[in-house]
């Protein structure tokens, strides 16, 4: 068997379908110092896990996003795992989230069953959090709030952050898509409490495929976390001491220092994981950071192009400006079919899939699937994102992977399909 005869079942692999303008084959692309990287790590001789990479590339990342920790971790929805660690929810809190993200920003709540968790709409053209309906959602007993930059967007922080900090609330960017770009000259991840970043291949910047990082100013939390991922528990040192706990056995001190834990975190205790990002990972990562402004740069040439292209189509089609005061760093590009007598949204989904540019829509509403609607989450909680999703939105292929001419194609599909869904 070759690797020819794997299936491709990737998510958005369709095997009986050959895309011209393929969604997401890598959202990164890959060059020579990338290679170069990776293999000089490999011939080193050195570790290849918890060694001089790891820090490098957490010290370029802090450098990067500005914020006095940065750690590393074997994903996004790990680095997720551990954000809502740090929160310490206690029974009855609630927590106020996006249904308009992958479903990793929020699936870690579903481990407690006593918070409350609360959809908050977004707003129809960023698709980000809408700060009025957090202003209407949040109440004494919010402790937390997690959204998500929606494709690169950076959400309306200074807004959210005064409702937030009114009601005592801890905010965690899902910043898993807004690597590069800017809010107010601040860089996403570093404008909250706790920061998350995913560098799965897709991602504006990827580690050998799959990797995170979480960003705080916060050193207690650094050292916990580092403990959490180190694959210990969640508790603090005490002083050394000469015995293990209660069981009085006398340690051999000079080779386990300190190896004793007070019990006052009880509540939260946790045990660790192995999520610890490997030393040919991190080192491509540092190459990866280094090419950040160019892969970043080239998402947002073809998107300017695609909204060229749709200005063609003003009245018909409605597409987000970027306002002066972000960047947008275009992990995503989505426009919006606003008026169903002049165009059907799934008639244009269907002319393009015909004409070979693959748009799958990013996301589904998280409060309509099943893990959420068995806690009680309905149709009719966020209209807008329901109104959006179901009848609105169109997401177009917007990443490095893709060649000048498959970029020059995707803009004539895509007009040649608006004419021909196009209700006369
Ligand atoms: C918004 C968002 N958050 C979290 C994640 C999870 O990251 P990972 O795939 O690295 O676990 C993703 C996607 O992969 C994402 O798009």
Not at 163 to 190: C, F, K, M, N, Q
Request: aromatic share 8%.
């Amino acid at each position: 068997m070759t690797i020819a005869d794997i299936p491709k079942l990737g998510a958005f692999r369709r095997p009986d379908k050959h895309y011209l303008v393929p969604y997401l084959p890598l959202g990164s692309t890959v060059g020579a110092p990338e290679i170069t990287a990776v293999t000089d790590v490999m011939s080193s001789g050195e570790t290849l896990s918890g060694g001089a990479w790891r820090e490098r590339f957490e010290s370029d990342f802090r450098a990067y996003v500005g914020t006095p920790y940065a750690l590393s971790t074997t994903s996004g929805t790990v680095s997720l795992e551990l954000a809502v660690h740090l929160l310490g929810l206690r029974p009855g809190d609630e927590v106020i989230v996006t249904p308009q993200t992958y479903q990793a920003s929020v699936q870690p709540l579903l481990q407690y069953p006593d918070v409350t968790v609360k959809f908050c709409d977004v707003r129809n053209d960023t698709l980000n959090m809408d700060p009025r309906c957090l202003e209407r959602l949040i109440g004494p007993r919010t402790s937390a709030v997690i959204l998500v930059h929606y494709g690169g967007h950076p959400a309306d922080m200074d807004e959210i952050m005064d409702i937030a900090r009114a009601h005592d609330a801890l905010v965690v960017e899902d910043a898993a898509h807004t690597l590069g770009g800017l809010y107010h000259g601040r860089r996403p991840g570093s404008l909250a409490d706790i920061g998350c970043f995913s560098f799965h291949s897709s991602k504006n910047i990827t580690t050998l495929g799959e990797g995170g990082m979480v960003t705080f100013a916060d050193e207690g939390w650094a050292e916990r976390v580092d403990r959490l991922r180190g694959n210990e528990v969640d508790a603090r040192f005490v002083a050394q001491r000469h015995t293990f706990g209660d069981s009085k056995e006398p340690l051999p001190g000079a080779l386990y220092p300190g190896r004793a834990y007070t019990h006052d975190l009880v509540a939260l205790l946790r045990h660790g994981t192995n999520a610890t990002l490997g030393e040919a990972a991190a080192a491509m990562g540092v190459a990866q950071l280094a090419a950040l402004e160019r892969l970043v740069g080239r998402r947002r040439m073809i998107a300017a192009r695609l909204r060229e292209t749709l200005h063609g189509f003003d009245g018909l089609v409605e597409v987000c400006e970027e306002p002066s005061d972000i960047v947008h760093a275009q992990h995503l590009f989505a426009f919006f079919v606003r008026d169903p007598e002049r165009l059907n949204r799934n008639r244009l989904l269907h002319e393009l899939d015909e004409r070979g540019v693959q748009t799958p829509l990013r996301y589904f509403p998280l409060h309509l699937l099943p893990e959420w609607r068995s806690r009680g989450h309905r149709y009719g909680e966020c209209p807008t994102a329901e109104q959006v999703w179901f009848h609105e939105q169109v997401n177009l292929p917007c990443h490095p992977g893709l060649s000048d001419r498959q970029v020059d194609m995707m803009c004539d599909l895509l007009a040649e399909s608006l004419r021909a869904a196009r209700i006369r």
